[in-house]
């Protein structure tokens, strides 16, 4: 098991610490959103409530009215899209 960091590419700031296998479950095509919400509790959240919702803000999402938990949800799903994109992390996965 290793545990990766959700970074917002924008600020750099670290969002949240979770297992690597979640970033696997919950950034592949199709519907994800069982495992995401399988996976959010499961998440160290280190970001302030108000920097995830910017993140998530910041692809365009609406956050106005959103619980946390939904925030939350859409920050894990938008940040394992993310490291999925990255050779970093596609090398690991190996
Ligand atoms: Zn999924």
Redesign the pocket.
Known sequence: MTLVDLICGESGIILGRVEDQAVH????Q???D???AYWQPQVTWLAEAAALRRYVASYGCEVEGRSEETIRELALWLACGDLRETAEYQDQAE
């Open positions: 479950d919950c950034s592949h199709g519907p994800c069982a495992d995401v």
